[in-house]
């Protein structure tokens, strides 16, 4: 009885023995019979984009173990027209299709099984292989170390000076006035009066001769005058302003990070005077589909929703007496974004850099040069130039000074 | 008790003159004769009031229902003058763009280097320099294609405009930021980086 039950089991476990080795062969009766390294190529090229050869999803589902789901003639088939399998009603392919936001997979014609076999044994070959590796890979994403501000450290500087030199000069002036007492013969009297005491004598003696009264005086005065005067000239010039903005967009992500070109956003900048704010649907070309769930981009679903405008705060005003053309500057003249608006991509709240005086804009033309090169309009104003002048042509030689250019 | 008011009067102007010096970063500053710097004609991205024209209060239209953008309608292509025609194909019928659509702007050495300056604008920083869809966009959007790819390789001019002015699959419409003039210029850059 004993004996038949051992046996019994036995058989169970060499059954199920055999099944597994059955089932690893099988597999890799499959995966053999394609060419690992051709479908490394392969898979790269056309399915890297939107299939992981593992497990996650990237765009469509995660490869690994897709033959343990799909059968060979179904992958083949499904490979060369996906839009055809779903039209045939395919229960799998149906599934599939909705459960990945109707989004289709592009077709391959001209893939057969061959191709279709050395992906498959490519996507088995990563899931052997490839476990450590893949944790080499996320390790290495540390972002820079924040840039320490000069100013900041600067003022720091400053202040621990300015400290420094009150102490040496309340040590000075306590060594002064013990000095002058004692030479006074007054020594005696003081000796028993405190430090502080003794402090406040000296400075009231100071404060009571005249040539000192009249330097401090006279100090202020021209203090204030300085500080009147710069901030008269400083009357309309908004350099540093950096206004909160409705939404946290950051220049820095965008521009610098992911090196999104400028003009992608600001469409305008080679075609008209303004180099316009993107509308919304600019923005929605990239997060129509990622970081969809961020609370600042649900003020622009918000606002898309609504049919309002995002109320930006404009930075750069330039006043109504002077007129500027960004497609003159920058699709005409080749000026780059960054000459005027400051290291815009290392920015994350925009702020405005140059002062935009008239002084400042004055300065560039008579230091530009005009770029004549393979330009035939400019060829006659070359040769006239050239007659009574050694210097090469400046904006200003070509009216860039006159002042009905910018004040009609 | 002197004492006490010198020492406050001090603090006072202290901080007023410390306060003074640095215009905070939300602030414009002042300005003079302001009404010299706003515009009185309607300028872009810059209104001061309410509009009491418009039932919103803002200066801004819209277009009437309906109305046909008709720009570049004509352009000039070197010597020879080549009309680009109003594009009116609709999203969902890519076959019709590819079968009817023709490149109107020349294939040659300009037209591929404006092409190329485009494609750094408007493509680049998700299909990539190479056209391998290994911009560093990509990385974070996903599912860029690389131009080489089998399936893509034999994609015509009309289907490469369509996808530009419309989008396909997670590729949004383009079609605002970028003309028809431009998207053919475009097309003809996307084909020399299939050719490598």
Known sequence: ?408 | MKRIHTLIVGAFFTAATMTSCQRSHDDTGWEFAPNMYNSVGYEPYTQIEKNPINADGKNMREPVAGTVSRRNYQTKFDSASVDLMVYNIGKDDLATAEAVLKNPVPNNEKTLAQGKELYVRYCQHCHGEAGDGAGPVADMYKGVPNYKADAYLNMNDGHIFHVITHGKGRMWPHGSQVTPEERWKIVHYVHKLQKG
């Open chain 1, 1 to 408: 009885m004993e004996i038949s039950l051992f046996l019994k089991r036995m058989r169970s476990v060499t059954q199920a023995l055999l099944i597994a080795l059955m089932a690893t062969l099988s597999q890799q009766a499959t995966a053999q019979d394609g060419d690992a390294a051709s479908g490394e190529t392969l898979f790269n090229n056309n399915c890297k984009a939107c299939h992981s050869a593992k497990d996650e999803v990237v765009v469509g589902p995660g490869l690994k173990g897709i033959q343990q789901r799909r059968d060979l003639a179904w992958l083949v088939k499904w490979v060369k027209n996906p839009n055809g399998v779903i039209q045939s009603g395919d229960e799998y392919a149906v599934a599939l299709y909705n459960k990945f936001n109707k989004a289709q997979m592009t077709a391959f014609p001209a893939f057969g099984e061959k191709e279709v076999k050395d992906i498959l044994a490519y996507v088995e070959k990563a899931n052997t292989a490839a476990a450590p590796a893949a944790a080499a890979g996320t390790a290495a994403a540390g972002a820079p170390a924040g840039e320490s501000a000069p100013s900041d450290l600067f003022t720091y500087i400053l202040v621990a000076l300015l400290i420094v030199m009150l102490l040496v000069l309340g040590v000075l002036m306590a060594i002064v006035s013990i000095l002058s007492k004692a030479v006074s013969g007054e020594a005696t009297a003081s000796a028993g009066t405190s430090f502080s005491d003794r402090l406040r004598d000296g400075l009231v003696g100071l404060s009571k001769n005249s040539a000192i009264r009249s330097a401090t005086v006279w100090f202020f005065i021209l203090m204030v005058t300085k500080a009147t005067v710069d901030g008269m000239y400083g009357v309309g010039i908004q350099q540093g302003y950096a206004p909160k903005q409705p939404i946290a967009f950051s220049h820095k992500l965008h521009a610098g990070q992911y090196k999104i070109d400028c003009n992608y956003c600001h469409t305008g900048v080679n075609r008209g005077k303004s180099a316009t704010i993107p509308s919304a649907n600019i923005c929605m070309n990239c997060h129509g589909v990622i970081k969809k769930e961020s609370p600042e981009i649900q003020k622009i679903y918000t606002a898309i929703e609504k049919n309002q405008p995002i109320e930006w705060v404009r930075i750069h005003n330039l006043p109504d007496l002077a007129y500027f053309n960004h497609a003159q500057h920058v699709n005409v003249g080749g000026v780059q974004c960054q000459q005027c608006h400051g290291e815009i991509q290392t920015m994350e709240v925009v702020e405005q850099r140059s002062s935009l005086t008239m002084g400042w804009c004055i300065d560039c033309h008579r230091k530009t040069e005009v770029n004549t090169k393979d330009n035939a309009y400019y060829d006659k104003l070359v040769e006239l130039h050239k007659t009574n002048s050694k210097e090469p042509l400046k904006v200003a030689d070509i009216g860039g000074l006159e002042c009905s250019k910018c004040h009609y």
